[in-house]
C-alpha cells in the first residue's frame, strides 16, 4: 500500500487534558471535546501537587467518552523509569482498546527538574535518553503477550529530536517556540513561519523513504476568534512577547486567529504548505477552536 502524503491526510483534532479538579469536569470536558469532532485527548507531563498525572488523566479521559484517542503530549521522559513506562503503557493498551498514543519529549523546564531532584542533563544526553527510553519500552513490550507499541509521537523541534522522529515516530509534532538568543534559558518566542517553512523542510530531507508515512502534528499556542485578525495579533505581542512584528504574528502558524470560517481556512492551509494536518491546542482554547472543526471537514 502506498503511504498517503501529507497534503492527502484526514485531519485530526488533538487537546491536552490539563489539570481537572473533579471527575465530572474532565467528563464533561471530554464529552464536549468529542461533540466537537476533537479526535484525541493528551496528558500533559508537569510536576507538582497541583498538576495531574499524565497517564492516569489519560485513562480516566479513555473511560469518559467513546471514541477519543488518549495518550501523553509529551512525556518528559527525565521524570520516567523505562521499565515503569513499558508497564504503564501495557496497562493503558490493554485497558483503553488500545486508544493509546504515546508521545515521549526531552523535557524544557530545568526547574521542575531541579524541584524533583531529577538531574537536568545536556540537550545531547536528553536527546540520548529519549532514544533509549523508545529502545527499551519496545523491548519490553515486544514480549508482553497480546501487546504492542503504541502510535509513538516525537515532540521536537532542534535537528537532533527532529532526526530521532524521523527515524522512529509515527507522528512528528513541531513545536512552535524558540530559545530567544541571548536570554536566560526558556526565554521562548514562537517561530516564524519561514523558519517553520525551513524546520519542515529539514525533517522531510532526513525522513526519506518514510516521509509519508509519519503524519505531522503542530502544537497550537493560541487560538483568537476575532473578526479583527490585527487587533488579535496585537494581543498575541502581548502574550508571547513582542519578538515577532505584526506581519509575522499574522502568518504564524501556531496562532490560529480569525472567524471561525477563517480559522477553518488557516488550518487547510497549514496542511498545503506544511504538511500538518494533526492539530493539538492546550485545554483553554479547546472550546474555542471547537466549532471550526465541523467547518474544516465540511470545506475539504
Known amino acids: 500500500m502506498t503511504a498517503m502524503k501529507a497534503h492527502e491526510r484526514d485531519f485530526r483534532f488533538g487537546f491536552t487534558l490539563g ?17 466537537y469532532g476533537f479526535d484525541a485527548a493528551g496528558g500533559v507531563d ?4 497541583n498538576r495531574t498525572s499524565p497517564l492516569l488523566a489519560a485513562m480516566a479521559a479513555a473511560y469518559a467518552c467513546e471514541h477519543l484517542r488518549v495518550g501523553s503530549y509529551v512525556l518528559n521522559v527525565g521524570f520516567w523509569n523505562p521499565s515503569v513506562l513499558a508497564r504503564d503503557v501495557a496497562t493503558l493498551m490493554r485497558l483503553t482498546d488500545g486508544r493509546l498514543e504515546l508521545g515521549l519529549g526531552t523535557g524544557l523546564l530545568k526547574y521542575q527538574f531541579d524541584d524533583a531532584g531529577f538531574e537536568f542533563q545536556s540537550f545531547q544526553q536528553r536527546h540520548e535518553r529519549v532514544a533509549e527510553t523508545i529502545d527499551k519500552v519496545a523491548e519490553l513490550l515486544a514480549v508482553e503477550p497480546g501487546v504492542s507499541m503504541p502510535p509513538l ?3 521536537s523541534g532542534g535537528e537532533r529530536m527532529i532526526r530521532l522522529a524521523a ?11 524558540l530559545q530567544v538568543a541571548g536570554q536566560p534559558p526558556a526565554t521562548l518566542r514562537l517561530k516564524t513561519a519561514a523558519e517553520t517553512d525551513e524546520r519542515v ?27 479583527d485578525r490585527r487587533k488579535a495579533a ?5 502574550d508571547f512577547g ?23 481556512r488557516q488550518v487547510i492551509e497549514s496542511r ?8 493539538t491546542v492546550q485545554r483553554p482554547h479547546m472550546d474555542l477552536l471547537g466549532p471550526a472543526i465541523k467547518l474544516v471537514r465540511s470545506l475539504v
Not at 218 to 227: E, K, N, Q, R, S
Not at 272 to 279: A, P
Open 167 to 177: 527515524e522512529r515516530a509515527d507522528i512528528f509534532s513541531l513545536g512552535g517556540r
Open 19 to 35: 489539570t481537572h479538579h473533579s471527575r465530572q469536569d474532565l467528563v464533561d470536558t471530554c464529552r464536549r471535546a468529542e461533540a
Open 272 to 279: 498545503e504548505r506544511y504538511g500538518f494536518s494533526y492539530f
Open 242 to 264: 513582542a519578538y515577532l512584528t505584526m506581519e509575522e504574528m499574522l502568518e504564524c502558524p501556531f496562532l490560529f486567529m480569525g472567524t471561525e470560517e477563517e480559522i477553518a
Open 201 to 227: 523542510k529539514f525533517f522531510c530531507s532526513v525522513a526519506g523513504d518514510r516521509v509519508d508515512e509519519i503524519e505531522r502534528n503542530a502544537f497550537i499556542l493560541g487560538v483568537y476568534i476575532t473578526d
Open 153 to 155: 509521537l516525537i515532540g
Open 234 to 238: 496585537e494581543q498575541a505581542m502581548e
Open 46 to 49: 508537569h510536576l507538582g501537587p
